[in-house]
């Protein structure tokens, strides 16, 4: 919410991806803790596994049809290499 409102005021966007950053690593803290307790929790639990695959490959395709060539040369750039 913290990050929508940041560029809702046109605050720096840095800040926002920042933000979203730290919430996404304190939801995997979160998640991995409740593994520990024994609880499981899925993002999807109305949908099977062939509905969400579908869904997965229908949003794939929607990106690829959206970005343009400079759009993929930068993510292409952005790539994290070999991390050894």
Excluded: C, N
């Excluded at 979203?20 to 099977?48: C, I, Q, W, Y």
């Amino acid at each position: 919410m913290a990050a929508a409102e940041t560029r809702r005021a046109e605050g720096d966007p840095q800040r926002a991806r920042d933000l979203l950053d730290v919430a996404f690593l304190e939801l995997m803290k979160f998640r991995a803790t409740m593994r520990r307790l024994g609880v499981s929790l899925t993002p999807f639990p109305l949908e099977t596994v062939e509905e969400r695959r579908r869904g997965l490959l229908e949003s794939a395709d929607r990106l690829r049809k959206a970005l343009s060539d400079e759009d993929w040369r930068v993510l292409e750039q952005a790539r994290t290499r070999d991390l050894r």
